[in-house]
Structures are given as C-alpha cells and as structure tokens.
C-alpha cells in the first residue's frame, strides 16, 4: 500500500489537481453550542438548522457559477472563472449528506460516499455520569437511499447501519487522516480532477495537521466555519495552500 509520505517527484509532475475540503452548513448542535457554549444535549447524528440550509443554498450557487467555463483549466487561484468540479464526495453523518445533495441537487451531479471523511470520533452519545462515549449504528442502507436520492452507495454495505463501532479515539484520527490523504492521491493523482469532499471541522484539522506533517499540538487550531471552502493544488511536486476557509460568498449575518 502506498503511504502518503512515499509519493516520489516524477509521481507528483504528473498531476494537477484541484483540492476541495468544504464543511457542512450548520447543524442543530452548532446552533446549540453557539447558545450555550455547552454540548449537553447533543445528538450523536444533527440535523442542519434553517440557517445550515440558506448557507448550503448559497454554496451551491458559489460552486456552480462558471460551470458551462472552460477557463477554468488554466490556475485559476480565486476561481474567478468557477470550479468545474468533477467528483463530489461527503461524509455520511446527516449534516455532511444534507449539505452535500443540495450541492448535488444544483450541480446535477451525484453524491459520493466516502466514510473516512466523518467527524473526529465517529456517531456517540455521551453519559455525562458515567463518562462514557457510546457508539451509534447510523442511518442504514434504505434510509441513507429514501433521503438522499443524489447518494451513490457502495453494493454491499451500511445494511444494520453505517457506523455500527465504538467512539474513535483521539489515537484515531491522525492515522485516519493520513489514509485518506493515500487515498484521495491514488484515486485522483495524475489527473486534473477538481475534487470536493463535504466533511467537518474537526477532520479539517486533523487532514491539515497531515498535510503539513505537524505534530500534535495542544492550543494549535485550523478553523473552519460552516460552509467553509478550502482549496489545496497539488501540482509539480508541490502543494499549494491556495486559500482556507473561504465564506465571501455568504452575507454577515449567516456566518457561523
């Protein structure tokens, strides 16, 4: 198995992809923590608020404009001249899908899984008295199918649920941010691919702490706010930070 580390300099002057971390709109326990600076009360899969689905609106029509454009093949640093996605992937936490079918839904494109993409520490409920993390099943195969018509499943999977484990510890999350950095390369190195992956602030953090190889820090922070967009060129054999946590396309007042 490829290691992301491993990529030799005739592999990387091959590619020129475009990389797209965005995060879901804002959910019911954004909303909760905004209020009351406490997770109590949380749910283990949120739904988006009424202000998460305006945001996603907006980033849909952001994401679309130029699409008909071929100049977006030349560098193209602000997209002034559009995206020109061409795969858009999401996590599978309710959140990331409803985010990313109503992108789908305007781009007339289909949604893909990618499971790796969920939240640092997976579907839990807390007990606050016994100080435990206890994993949830998720939504199942005929739910994920009946609400998100623009979701491309894999065949054989998420039956009894999609997540169906314990919470993921914070060992976790470096290694898995990692696997899914060897994997975005092997399926889109040697391309000009335009890839957009719907996921969370928390992953963000950990996929940018990989990218730049940095040590686990405590106080060390990468923010995302709903909706954000964050683009990464990987081209030459160089990765290019081009912009992070992009929301010009949102007025003030939906910011969160």
Avoid: C
Avoid at 67 to 92: I, K, M, R, V
Avoid at 176 to 196: C, E, I, K, P, Q
Avoid at 232 to 237: E, P, R, S, T
């Amino acid at each position: 198995m490829r290691r992301f580390q491993q990529f030799d300099q005739a592999e990387f002057d091959r590619e020129y992809m475009q990389f797209y971390f965005i995060r879901h709109a804002q959910s019911t326990n954004n909303a909760l923590y905004d209020q009351s600076a406490s997770w109590q009360g949380r749910s283990h899969d949120p739904e988006l608020t009424n202000l998460g689905q305006q945001q996603a609106q907006l980033l849909a029509q952001f994401l679309k404009r130029g699409e008909s454009s071929t100049a977006n093949a030349a560098w193209d640093p602000q997209n002034a001249s559009g995206f020109g996605l061409t795969h858009l992937y999401a996590s599978l936490m309710v959140r990331a899908l409803h985010t990313g079918s109503i992108v789908a839904a305007e781009l007339g494109r289909p949604l893909l899984t990618w499971e790796d993409l969920h939240e640092t520490g997976g579907l839990y409920l807390d007990d606050e008295q016994a100080h435990t993390k206890t994993g949830q099943p998720g939504l199942n195969r005929a739910e994920l199918a009946e609400r998100f018509p623009h979701l491309v499943l894999p065949e054989t999977v998420y039956e009894t649920g999609w997540w169906n484990r314990p919470f993921e510890e914070a060992e976790q999350w470096p290694i898995r941010a990692r696997r899914f950095l060897n994997d975005l390369l092997a399926r889109h190195a040697n391309t000009l691919d335009r890839v957009a992956v719907i996921s969370h602030g928390g992953f963000y953090h950990q996929v940018l702490t990989a990218l730049l190889d940095l040590p686990a820090r405590h106080g060390l922070w990468f923010l995302m706010n709903n909706a954000g967009i964050s683009r990464i060129d990987f081209y030459n054999g160089n990765l290019t930070l081009v912009y992070s946590n992009r929301v010009d396309f949102l007025p003030g007042e939906l910011i969160t």
